[in-house]
């Protein structure tokens, strides 16, 4: 978009065409010749059989699981993601510090240990296991598990996006509105929120990408029970195992066109957004 | 204490009174309060017979904010201490102060945006420390306007109306009322993106006064904006102010601004109130040291015993001296009270609009005065007699205004005009 001053001795004109032929090869061989791997893979024996693949009853309730565990993890990651940001960029307390530190852990703890987390805690062996029995709730091998794990290895991305943000804006407009008499939800609505919505489309769309491919958390806790709890993650790696590579191709196909979906979506908002900034930084705000 | 007993000023018959009229910010102020003062102490005696039925007999004016003992502090920093002071109804108060003096935190604590560690707040009489800030009846207007970027012009000043669920014919009118008295008709469908910066602070200023509080605070209100605008906004906000009646606070660090514009002024340094007082009152009588310098272009002496007239001095005390304390007497007029002249040397000569700011040097001071374009012109490293008629000495931490002895021991009635 903006040009950039050109230092156009050989040199640098050499380095520049090495840098970028070496980024293109790297995401050319490890990204997208994979991800053309994969459809190559599906579509090997033609259309009808993939189409048997996609379509397969097991494959149609791993995708139907992976959405709604995605849908439930994302509303709920929203809903904590703006009240962590909120009361990181709002308030004075103490531990403000540790408490951003623990929204960075899923980032550095292995999604593994995040179900194993769960196993210990819900499972036959976790301290609230008597709990749960007594209200006859099972969290671990089912979707309130699944939901959990999903949550936990997700939860940094709507939070993350929005801090930046808040900080930025600094509590003027917040205080004004306060002072004139206007209720927190007036407030958060009218004031906050037009100022956060793009931040917050943009953490949601990755929290959502991250939900859909989830694989090692949900792995742990899910118990592996076909048409219950496998989601289509789960569903591919074991057609995989089975040697049902076509199947296993197919089912992976549909996350794939999610990603290149969830991608363009990506996209749009970034540009959208940047589109609206640019508005009005170039109107002096 | 009522710190706004308007006095109106009267120059003491053994004072030559301040020299250099054209120089002194206060000037205009001499001249230009009195027609705003008799309106607002007309209203001011309305309302302490209307209040006066319903309390307690009317006494004199009753501060309609006041601090008492409000301390602040940040973790081991203390932002404000031992602060007390009261505004009357409808007059416009500054606080004035350099950066980090505390001014915006009294300022936000008396809003409600803080809350203070001690000491209490009252408006209109009643304790507000634990009201919250949307039910003290505050309009505030922030530095950088905080106006809402993501509604129109209309919506930001609806914004409080609305919020207090005003029914919606009510608020078009008001809204409609305020965009009259702030001159923005047309401009109501505008961003404030689209507004500049003047215009935007108009806006602020009206988006504060829609659900008619009962308090104004304004802080740094101009700064914002570039210097030429500043100066026709500070009339107008004082225009404004007067006409509606309102009690207003404004801080500022920018002391022409607040001698300019406010009642009263409240001048902090290091979190503490070191005076308040009308501008006149901080100007002539300077309680503190820090004011003497604050207030007024002034220059610290060191020693000023040193200086003819000043004997009686103590040892090594320092002293400030303003402009209009000092006068050169034109080369080839004769030289008024010839034994307290002292000779000195032009050291640099400046334009300054109206006048001529020159700096002379005797016994190792730098003196700062005024010199008229009418007199003789003055050039760099010629001889001059100077006259120091008075200085501010500082005593501990108050300030003093001490005359020259020479010129009082010989009586008075000469004015020294330059």
Known sequence: MTERRDFRNDKNRLWRIVLIALSFLFIVAMLVLPLAQVLHGALERGFPPFLKAVSDPYAVIALKLTLLITAMTVVLNTFFGISAAWAITRFEFRGKGFLITLIDLPFAVSPVIAGLVFIMTFGRLGWAYPFLQDWGIRIVFAIPGMVLATIFVTFPFVGRELIPVLTARGTDEEEAAILMGAGFFRTFWKVTFPHMRWALLYGVILCTARAMGEFGAVSVV?????????????????????????????????????????????NVVESVSKKDDFHRARQGV | MNPITEKIPTSDPGDPGPAAAGLSPFAGKIAGTPPATADRAARDADDAANDGSAREPARAPENHVSLSGVRKSFGNFVAADSVSFGLPKGTLGALLGPSGSGKTTIL??????????????????????????????????????????????????????????????RIRERVNELLTLTDMNGLEKRYPAQLSGGQRQRVAFARALAPSPRLLLLDEPFAAIDAKVRRELRSWLRAMITKLGITSIFVTHDQDEAIEVADLVIITNRGRVEQTGTPLDLYREPATPFVARFVGESTVLEDYGRLLGFENAPRGAKASVRPEFVHVCPPGDPVQYE???????????????????????LKGFVLTTGYS?????????????ILVWRVYAFEDDKARLVNNSRLESRGNGYNFAI
């Open chain 2, 339 to 361: 034994n307290s002249a002292e000779n000195a040397e032009v050291l640099s000569v400046a334009f300054r609009g109206s006048s001529l700011e020159v700096k002379v040097g």
């Open chain 1, 222 to 266: 899910s118990g592996h029970l076909r048409g219950k709890t496998n989601t289509l993650p789960l569903h591919i790696e074991i057609l995989f195992k089975e040697y049902h590579t076509l199947q296993s191709f197919g089912a992976a196909t549909i996350l794939v066109c999610a990603a290149i979906l969830i991608l363009i979506a990506r």
């Open chain 2, 373 to 385: 374009l009418e007199h003789p012109a003055l050039s760099v490293g010629e001889k001059v007699k």
């Open chain 2, 108 to 169: 936000r604590m008396i809003a409600g945006l803080e809350n203070p560690d001690r000491g209490d707040i009252l408006i209109d009489g009643a304790r507000v420390n634990d009201v919250h800030p949307s039910k003290r009846g505050i309009g505030f207007v922030f530095q950088n306007y905080a106006l809402f970027r993501y509604m129109t012009v209309f919506d930001n000043i609806a914004f409080g109306l609305r919020a207090q669920k005003a029914d919606r014919n």
